[in-house]
């Protein structure tokens, strides 16, 4: 059986007063893939993971989504439909517990409407978060105020909470940017085993090549806002313009 | 929503302190420190609803708008449709409050912090000035309120005491049921991170909007009490910005740990005031202010954080 497409983007451009963060983007990307997206500060990754999750506007292009156009949709609206993120710099509630900032991610996953007046502290709720938790390691952490975790613990909250709603699609932006060296490997093991048992498909933009090299299928390698390489691995790394661009 | 919510400590002392206020209002306490407690209780509606908002970050330097708005449906139900029902009454100043707090809300559910707090005071400015002008709803003089009934038989002044506390008590149980829900959790979470939010698929704007509708509802109730408990409606003493400044002071003075709070600080505000001007007519102002600096320096946490340290619901925060 052939693999769906699940995201498809056709010369997507984004422009700010004239200068041009992303241009002439083309990509599709298939169900289950584990995507790397690489290139220097400025180079366009985070334009472009903004564009697919709606936080920007694309200039000029297209981008679908399982066949329909999702161009432009608003950050709720990808959340709906399956396109979800974690960011750059863990966007979580500092002032509330590890466990009330998924346990709010989570009855906002599962409920709606009325159900959204029910106590959040719903048992079966709070056990299904217990068991998330544990899958990121945190665990331990989850009656402790967010502001006093480590970076490394932050960015799996971030992550856990951009699972929870079951998305299709997960844009992680530099999932282990800020962490400890000696967190990173642990970071990335417990995220992809965890998407990978899900299916669900991953772009994550990275500056650690050990990182890439070991998680991802496919390497997409950006540069002054165009894709300059779209290979495995193994050849893109060793790709000319990708050494001189981006790995320098 | 309200599953086991009578069963939540914060609800059983929040009852018992009604029942407590009402007792000594109609009992034992003489008339003057009666109508105080009488006044702090309708008032603190007005507080607590400025409290739900203000749990978002969002300051309203302008909530006497639905204050007012609530005080004058009751007047104007009152002059055109005959309502003197107390039941009917409140219902109307709440319906209006609602309905105004919820066609304002488009608008000022996109606007933050200094730009939320002065939209606020513009509308409700906008609103004393044509109370001010409209001489069919009494102009500067305001209008008279009869005595509130209830099933046909006048209520008197204690039977509305009672039936304010009976209101207070009601609007607890549904603001501890609000923020203890899924919603209400997001009051916090707007606070903290309003990108989260939207990531997590839920419009901050509806949060907020649905929020600003339960604050104008309970701060349209307040004031259809308190023109019931005072009989007289007018824009300087309902709608004015110094009335919305002191529902400000009172939020400030009471609270944010918890949603008696409110009302410990209203009828404190009550007691205060009362005393400032018996003491010093000339001064009454200068005193309140020193209040609220004292109360700044020593309890930046409120009325509220007094009790937490010596009470036991202290870790308690709904």
């Avoid at chain 1, 010369?11 to 169900?31: C, P, R, T, Y």
């Avoid at chain 1, 066949?67 to 950050?75: C, E, F, H």
């Avoid at chain 1, 890439?212 to 806002?225: C, L």
């Avoid at chain 2, 209008?143 to 009934?149: L, R």
């Amino acid at each position: 059986m052939a693999i769906k497409e699940i995201l498809k983007t056709s010369n997507l451009q984004k422009s700010f007063s004239g200068i041009i963060a992303a241009e002439d983007i083309n990509i599709s990307v298939k169900e289950g893939e584990i995507i790397g997206i690489i290139g220097a500060n400025g180079a366009g990754k985070t334009v472009f993971v903004n564009m697919i999750t709606g936080y920007l506007k694309p200039t000029s292009g297209t981008i679908e989504f399982n066949g329909s156009d999702i161009t432009g949709i608003k950050p709720r609206e990808a959340t709906h439909i399956g396109v979800c993120r974690s960011f750059q710099v863990s966007q979580v509630f500092m002032s509330m517990t590890v466990k009330q900032n998924l346990m709010i991610a989570m009855s906002l996953a599962k409920k709606s409407g009325s159900q959204l007046l029910n106590p959040i502290d719903d048992e079966n709720l709070s056990k299904e978060c217990d068991k998330i938790l544990k899958q990121y390691n945190i665990i331990t952490q989850k009656d402790l105020i967010v502001s006093t975790l480590s970076q490394g613990m932050r960015k799996l909250l971030d992550i856990a909470m951009a699972v929870v709603g079951e998305p299709k699609i997960l844009l992680l932006d530099e999932p282990t940017s800020g962490v400890s060296v000696e967190e990173k490997f642990g970071i990335m093991d417990i995220v992809i085993s965890a998407l990978k048992k899900s299916g669900t498909t991953v772009l994550f933009v990275e500056h650690d090549m050990e990182i890439v090299e070991r998680y991802v299928d496919r390497v997409m390698a950006f540069y002054q806002g165009q894709i300059i390489c779209d290979a495995p691995p193994k050849q893109a790394l060793k790709d000319k313009k990708v050494i001189q661009y981006v790995l320098g | 929503m309200f599953k086991g919510i009578l069963k939540e400590q914060t609800i059983q002392v929040g009852i018992g302190f009604v029942f407590i206020v009402v007792l000594l209002g109609t009992f034992i306490l003489p008339e003057w420190m009666s109508n105080n407690f009488m006044y702090g209780l309708s008032r603190g509606l007005a507080v607590l609803g400025l409290m739900i908002l203000w749990r978002t970050n969002l300051v309203s330097f302008g909530h006497a708008l639905y204050y007012g708005f609530g005080a004058y449906a009751v007047a104007m139900a009152q002059k055109y449709l005959g309502v003197t029902d107390v039941f009917l009454r409140i219902i109307i100043a709440i319906a209006a409050a609602g309905l105004l707090g919820f066609v304002l809300g488009f608008i000022l559910r996109r606007y933050r912090e200094i730009f939320f707090a002065m939209l606020s005071l513009a509308f409700s400015m906008v609103l004393y000035g044509l109370l001010a002008k409209a001489e069919f709803l009494g102009s500067t003089d305001g209008m008279s309120i009869s005595p509130s009934t209830m099933f046909g038989f006048e209520l008197g002044r204690f039977g509305l005491f009672y039936f304010i506390g009976f209101v207070v008590i009601l609007s607890l149980i549904f603001a501890h049921a609000y923020l203890r829900s899924s919603l209400g959790h997001l009051t916090t979470a707007i606070m903290d991170n309003e990108i989260r939010v939207e990531y997590l698929g839920y419009s901050v704007e509806k949060a907020i909007h649905i929020k600003y509708v339960i604050s104008a509802c309970l701060a349209g109730g307040a004031g259809g009490l308190m023109a019931a408990a005072l009989g007289q409606v007018d824009p300087d003493s309902m709608v004015l910005w110094s009335v919305s400044g002191e529902l400000v002071f009172v939020t400030i003075m009471a609270g944010l740990g918890n949603i008696l709070a409110p009302f410990v600080g209203a009828i404190f505000f009550e007691f205060i005031r009362t005393y400032a001007y018996e003491f010093a007519p000339q001064a009454w102002q200068m005193i309140i202010g020193g209040t609220l600096l004292a109360i700044i320096f020593f309890l930046p946490g409120g009325l509220w954080s007094l009790f937490q340290k010596i009470n036991p619901f202290k870790k308690e925060k709904k």
